[in-house]
């Protein structure tokens, strides 16, 4: 059974600081996808990571994937109110099947 | 059209009723899903629709049934639920092997 982990599963952090999401997937997987759901919302795609290696940047948010190491990690530079949301991973097996991470819920605090 | 509508946006229902969620896209993915969200919960994949062949998610109860009338219809038929089915229901679609589209969600309490 795949497994997805996120750590951490809550973050509170200051505006204006920078840190880091991780995402731990169990078994082969090149594609990793990051939403965004805000509370009492829909999930909002923030970026799809395809190949090993791969790099994606919007805004304050960064996202990189490590296929060999089964590891995605979205970082946050100089955090805004904004931000504030619940983050999760997501990982595609065959047959579009997707596993969702546990979720890190973010509080950017003023 | 870049968006996913589901219908209704709020269900109460009893445990003896039927009832169904609808989803529609005009994205022309042909990859479509059901997911069921608990507060403070990851979504868990419920079913999926490719090329309208279902993919069923051997954990789901048989009280859900799902329907893929064509390539951009998506239903959920709903029977004889229990409390704890009470969730969020969100749809999704894709192109075949790329991000999905996720609509608002039909927000679900069973009585």
């Known amino acids: 059974e795949l497994k997805v982990e996120q750590n951490p599963l809550f973050l509170s952090m200051q505006e204006g600081k920078n840190y880091t999401i991780y995402c731990n997937y169990s078994?082969?997987?090149?594609?990793l996808y990051w939403y965004r759901q805000d509370p009492g919302k829909s999930l909002e795609s923030l970026f799809v990571?395809?190949?090993?290696?791969a790099v994606k940047q919007e805004g304050r948010l960064m996202a990189s994937l490590d296929t060999k190491a089964r590891l995605s990690t979205l970082h946050i530079t100089a955090a805004v109110h904004d931000l504030s949301a619940t983050y999760f991973c997501?990982?595609?097996?065959?047959?579009?099947?997707?596993?969702f991470g546990t979720g890190t819920s973010l509080t950017v605090i003023p | 059209d870049t968006e996913v509508t589901q219908t209704p946006k709020h269900l109460v229902m009893g445990m003896t009723n039927k009832k169904s969620l609808k989803c529609e896209q005009h994205?022309?993915?042909?990859?479509m899903y059901w997911y069921k969200q608990k507060a403070k919960k990851p979504p868990e994949l419920m079913f999926v629709?490719?090329?309208?062949?279902?993919?069923i998610n051997e954990s789901v109860p048989s009280r859900f049934s799902p329907e893929c009338p064509n390539s951009s219809l998506l239903n959920l038929h709903l029977h004889a639920l229990q409390p704890e089915d009470s969730a969020l229901y969100l749809c999704?679609?894709?192109?075949?092997?790329?991000?999905?589209?996720f609509g608002p969600g039909t927000r679900l309490t069973v009585l």
């Open positions: 999704a679609s894709s192109l075949v092997g790329n991000e999905q589209f």
């Open positions: 629709y490719s090329y309208e062949k279902l993919s």
């Open positions: 997501a990982v595609e097996r065959t047959g579009n099947q997707f596993y």
């Open positions: 078994t082969t997987s090149d594609r």
């Open positions: 990571l395809l190949s090993n290696g």
């Open positions: 994205m022309g993915h042909r990859a």
